[in-house]
């Protein structure tokens, strides 16, 4: 490579001092950007993921264009879960769909086990060619956390309460835990593939998790959470966890043995140092600000540089994912904006 | 009426002593009821709301049927907005549809005012059929607050993000003023008139507003609400504030010169407790929990009254509305269980 190799973002998630404050956005590679969208005519989203260069190329574009200091591999949460026998489709303007939800005890021992060599190559070999050629920058890794894998899997498909999951993980917690189990083992293989294959941090989306109450969430979600950190901490990588309005489990997190606490909007990064988080944090700029002017933009992106930057170990990141109707421009001056500023404040 | 008039709700509302725990549940009347269903089957909602006889039937069935503390007024959020020139549907199983949704503040001029009497004679016909005749128990009246009715008014319609309310409330902060005005306006006229007409208490329901950050509830939300709040106190009738996923707001409610902090299952009533909220709480049983088998519903709800009880001014609910699927035995026997628990608990 003849650029330097960029490891801001490592160093804040390790909590270390940084020279300026590193930035990625969750989604942004996608639909916000006309690329994307060109090449989204020609090919699904299936076809994109299963051709390691054309899913490097959109996994890099974003990072090329914003300047941003991680790339984030463009898959979605749902990839491994075919592989334990999921029949799952992506419909459009509805998410995924999955053909055999399920209901019982029985269908959770008919899950399979994923062999990432076999079962999802192409994520692997996107990864090898985005780290071994193409990127300046770390490749962050991902999968989706039990919890929410397992909503879709019990829901059939989005949900708006969650009522179907809960009553399953209320009503039967035996066959509840077999699950956990399932999802559990399969996270781990497939982001140690990952990990192997190239990618340098992990970021596990609990994206739902903000559904439960905290009792349930220490019953029936922390202990699998634990496992899963516990055993990708062996890797030596950043280890960051999302949830969108999860500021209520934000201390249970911390409690994991992870790097980085991803936070939403809903609590403020001093808040979080108030109540007791030590950790990495990254966030959280709420996503339908970039629909603002420029000004408030700017307004609300120094607040939270300011609240971060307070200590070392400050990931500059969006609340949620960035959605379609956001400006690439915008973007682009938001990271030059974050690098600026926070040079300029921490160079002091 | 033969029945001696239960106050119990209204006490623990203005946080005095009580013999047992009050309890209702949000949307106790509707599609979980049978009888609801049937007449469903005759009549549409517009038809159910325009005609106070039934209305109050359906009203009154659930406190008839679980020996319920209080009623609430069987309407929708959106009835007042018509009266302002809203044209709004509520369509099966999307929610209600806004055809003129606010893109300007040209628009927000454009909005009427609510005259109670003329506009909405059937809701007020429905709440003194209610209340002079039927009830032994207090009838709560309720509107929605302007977050959640601009929400709907500037999406069109449900949303997930609400990113179009956000940026209209970013980008064009005097507009959104005047429509929170107008809306403040509406929602104090429109109780008033239910109070007027013999609603004895008030839940105000801001669904939505959990969406925001803190930072912004304070700018844009906080100075409407206290607005309301301020006037409606006049009436000398305890107010009820309510909002999901709004566990990060609920300090905020505290301060607003309101009588009942209302919570949904992501804050426990000691936690919140615990941060400083000391007026009477109302809450807060996750309803996916009525989907679990009874021992796992008197588990929790044992722990949600364990908590409540430690002080006066505790109103046994649910974190959000029943749902359909939820059966109206367990919820007479949930009832019961509250009454008989706090009962024994409270008479020590």
Redesign the interface.
């Known amino acids: 490579m003849e650029r330097k190799f960029n490891d801001t973002f490592l160093r804040a998630a390790r909590g270390e001092k940084t020279e300026h404050v590193p930035v990625w956005y969750m989604r942004q590679a996608g639909r916000s950007q006309p690329e994307y969208r060109a090449i989204k005519e020609k090919y699904s989203l299936f076809e994109i993921t299963h051709q390691p260069e054309l899913c490097a190329y959109v996994t890099k574009l974003p990072v090329d264009q914003y300047n941003n200091d991680a790339a984030i591999l463009y898959k979605d949460i749902m990839s491994p879960l075919p592989a334990l026998g999921v029949d799952v489709e992506i419909k459009s303007g509805v998410g995924p769909v999955i053909a055999n939800p399920i209901r019982s005890k029985a269908d959770v021992d008919r899950l399979g086990e994923i062999h990432p060599e076999e079962d999802v190559p192409y994520v692997l070999d996107t990864i090898k060619i985005l780290t071994q050629e193409q990127l300046n920058v770390p490749l962050i890794g991902f999968a989706g956390a039990p919890f929410t894998l397992a909503s879709y899997m019990i829901e059939g498909g989005p949900s708006k ?4 999951t ?2 399953f993980m ?2 039967e917690p035996e066959a509840w835990n077999a699950l956990m189990d399932k999802l559990t083992e399969m996270t781990i293989t497939y982001v140690k593939s990952q990990i192997k294959a190239g990618a340098k941090a992990v970021q596990i989306f609990d994206s739902w998790v ?1 559904a439960l ?4 969430y220490r019953q029936f979600i922390k202990p699998t959470m634990n496992k899963i950190f516990s055993s990708l901490r062996e890797e030596n990588v950043p280890l960051i966890m999302f949830g969108v ?1 999860a ?2 489990l934000a201390m249970e997190w911390h409690d994991l043995p992870l790097d980085v606490v991803g936070l939403d ?4 990064i001093q ?1 979080a140092r108030e109540r007791g988080i030590t950790k990495a944090v990254q966030g959280n700029l ?4 970039l ?3 420029w000004e ?1 933009i700017e307004e609300r992106a120094k ?1 939270i540089l300011d609240q971060g930057m307070a200590q070392p170990g400050f990931i500059f990141n969006l609340g ?1 994912g960035v ?1 379609p ?1 956001v400006k690439p421009e915008t973007l682009k001056k938001l990271t030059a904006f974050v690098h600026e500023y926070s040079a300029s404040k921490l160079s002091k």
């Open positions: 309460n969650y009522n179907k809960k009553a209320y009503a903000g109450n905290v009792a349930d309005g500021s209520h909007w809903r609590l403020s808040e709420d996503p339908a600000i629909l603002a002017p408030v607040a949620h959605f109707e």
